[in-house]
């Protein structure tokens, strides 16, 4: 052995590496909201994407890849989907709005063991024209939402 390896000692920093700290989950981007939305309303409607993409006059794959947020729908596009859902453009705004307050809420709570809202489903069914009073609308944490033109 040389001398040069028998003189070298470990090296100890004088003041502790930081700590990492555990990053937050992303911000929802709003196409990934959206298209939850549409799939989850399709879902509970036990309908095929096929039958939702011809009743809205979309192709297969692209309401396909709007629902898995992939794309960013048109406003035109969306609508089409909803009304082929039997919903209105504002049911589905106002369902997607409530899981980002959800997520927010979620994102500003301090991590604690116990029930979530994630994954919370509720169905819109529109009995009238957007706005009629006897139209259902999701009720969640800030209560019932009422859209009107």
């Excluded at 939702?52 to 947020?69: D, Q």
């Excluded at 406003?75 to 989907?81: D, I, N, Y």
Aim: hydrophobic share 45%.
């Amino acid at each position: 052995m040389s001398i040069r390896v028998t003189n070298q000692a470990d090296v100890i920093p004088l003041r502790p590496l930081p700590a990492v700290a555990p990053a937050l989950p992303r911000e929802p981007l709003w196409r990934d909201l959206v298209g939850e939305v549409l799939r989850r309303e399709r879902q509970a409607q036990g309908r095929t994407l096929k039958d939702v993409a011809e009743a809205a006059r979309i192709s297969m794959p692209y309401l396909s890849e709007v629902e898995r947020g992939l794309k960013e729908a048109s406003s035109e596009v969306l609508a089409a989907a909803a009304q082929a859902l039997g919903l209105n453009l504002a049911d589905v705004l106002a369902l997607a709005g409530e899981r980002l307050v959800s997520l927010a809420a979620a994102r500003s709570r301090p991590r604690s063991p116990g029930p979530s809202a994630v994954g919370v489903h509720r169905t819109v069914r529109s009995t009238g024209p957007a706005g009629s009073v006897g139209a259902m609308r999701p009720s969640g944490p800030m209560g019932g939402v009422l859209l009107a033109a």
